[in-house]
């Protein structure tokens, strides 16, 4: 079966490098057709429901979920609705447009897109497609970690949590891998840290709003399976400011020359603020998530938002 997603580069952050005396290593998951990793699950999702005769697959999301549903819906050539709340911004409805799926806007919250979602998938045929929670969007995002095991030496790896499907995908894919030793450090930006605050409760919690502008990173509650990954191994959950993801997609954009999410800041900027949770690592790996809620308008307007210099 040949995959939806791509290969992504491997790079080496030599700038963060040298200042924090570290091999620092980029996996470029903002290359893929989608414009995040979220084509290696949600792409395997529909590969195997299109095998089991899925006709036509709903996604409820406005946001790089529902973008990469439509990628990989329009590349298995099946039918592909997109329900997005009316907040969702024109550009990325005419995004998901472009490429060839439907989109119907549907409430003013992502419950109700979701309720239209599931009402819709009671026709014969019709798959729902979570942004997060299922086995198969695990399986699929695993493969960030195939791709790099048995070819970089690395000692930890950083990655952003909204719902916890690319944190589950990446502790499964460490265990297949037999790299069950390493330890993943989970970014949130402060206002959306539900998978932080169910670690610290000892419980799954549902946080009573998403106040951060990383509104990709905005689950009010993880998936249980995410939760479960920190009671079984290591995983350091920190939290960054938004000013801080942003500040580190604006470093990264100068950097690397590429654009990306402050949800994907969150990450990079538990690099580009050297927390302390870095210290104990020579050879930090950081899933570059992507996302395509980003423009060079967008970045200018948070920064003067932030005062970022
Ligand atoms: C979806 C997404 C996340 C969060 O992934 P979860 O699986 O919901 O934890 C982070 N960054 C980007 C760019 C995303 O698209």
Same mark, same amino acid.
């Given at each position: 079966?040949?995959? !939806?997603?791509?290969?992504?580069?491997?790079?080496?952050?030599?700038?963060?490098?040298?200042?924090?005396?570290?091999?620092?290593?980029?996996?470029?998951?903002?290359? *893929?057709?989608?414009?995040?990793?979220?084509?290696?699950?949600?792409?395997?999702?529909? +590969?195997?429901? #299109?095998?089991?005769?899925?006709?036509?697959?709903?996604?409820? @999301?406005?946001?790089?979920?529902?973008?990469?549903?439509? &990628?990989?819906?329009?590349?298995?050539?099946?039918?592909?609705?997109?329900? &997005?709340?009316?907040?969702?911004?024109?550009?990325?409805?005419?995004?998901?447009?472009?490429?060839?799926?439907?989109?119907?806007?549907?409430?003013?919250?992502?419950?109700?897109?979701? *309720?239209?979602?599931?009402?819709?998938?009671? *026709?014969?045929?019709?798959?729902?497609?979570?942004?997060?929670?299922?086995?198969?969007?695990?399986?699929?995002?695993?493969?960030?970690?195939?791709?790099?095991?048995?070819?970089?030496?690395?000692?930890?790896?950083?990655?952003?949590?909204?719902?916890?499907?690319?944190?589950?995908?990446?502790?499964?894919?460490?265990?297949?891998?037999?790299?069950?030793?390493?330890?993943?450090?989970?970014?949130?930006?402060?206002?959306?840290? @539900? !998978?932080?605050?169910?670690?610290?409760?000892?419980?799954?919690?549902?946080?009573?709003?998403?106040? @951060?502008?990383?509104?990709?990173?905005?689950?009010?509650?993880?998936? +249980?399976? #995410?939760?479960?990954?920190?009671?079984?191994?290591?995983?350091?959950?920190?939290?960054? @400011?938004?000013?801080?993801?942003?500040?580190?997609?604006?470093?990264?954009?100068?950097?690397?020359?590429?654009?990306?999410?402050?949800?994907?800041?969150?990450?990079?900027?538990?690099?580009?603020?050297?927390?302390? &949770?870095?210290?104990?690592?020579?050879?930090?790996?950081?899933?570059?998530?992507?996302?395509?809620?980003?423009?060079?308008?967008?970045?200018?307007?948070?920064?003067?938002?932030? +005062?970022?210099?």
């Amino acid at each position: 079966m040949t995959h !939806l997603h791509i290969p992504t580069p491997l790079l080496e952050h030599r700038a963060l490098s040298a200042s924090l005396d570290k091999q620092v290593w980029l996996k470029m998951e903002n290359n *893929q057709p989608s414009g995040s990793f979220k084509l290696r699950g949600i792409g395997l999702m529909c +590969q195997r429901a #299109a095998e089991q005769g899925a006709k036509h697959f709903v996604c409820p @999301s406005g946001g790089n979920a529902g973008f990469a549903a439509a &990628v990989a819906g329009v590349a298995l050539g099946l039918q592909t609705t997109i329900v &997005v709340p009316e907040t969702t911004h024109e550009s990325v409805r005419a995004a998901i447009r472009a490429i060839g799926a439907t989109v119907i806007v549907a409430g003013s919250v992502w419950d109700e897109a979701n *309720q239209e979602a599931l009402r819709l998938c009671e *026709q014969p045929g019709a798959v729902y497609i979570p942004p997060f929670d299922h086995a198969d969007i695990w399986d699929g995002n695993a493969t960030v970690i195939d791709e790099v095991a048995g070819k970089l030496d690395f000692d930890a790896i950083i990655c952003s949590v909204g719902g916890g499907g690319l944190l589950s995908g990446i502790a499964l894919g460490l265990e297949r891998n037999g790299l069950g030793h390493i330890p993943i450090i989970a970014a949130e930006t402060e206002g959306a840290a @539900s !998978l932080h605050a169910a670690v610290q409760a000892g419980e799954l919690v549902t946080l009573p709003a998403i106040t @951060s502008i990383a509104s990709t990173l905005g689950a009010r509650r993880v998936a +249980q399976q #995410a939760f479960d990954w920190t009671r079984k191994r290591t995983i350091h959950t920190v939290t960054v @400011s938004d000013a801080q993801a942003v500040q580190a997609c604006l470093a990264f954009a100068d950097d690397m020359l590429a654009l990306v999410e402050p949800a994907c800041g969150a990450a990079l900027a538990v690099a580009y603020q050297n927390l302390p &949770v870095l210290a104990e690592f020579k050879k930090p790996l950081i899933v570059v998530c992507g996302g395509i809620a980003v423009d060079l308008g967008k970045l200018q307007a948070w920064k003067n938002q932030f +005062q970022l210099t």
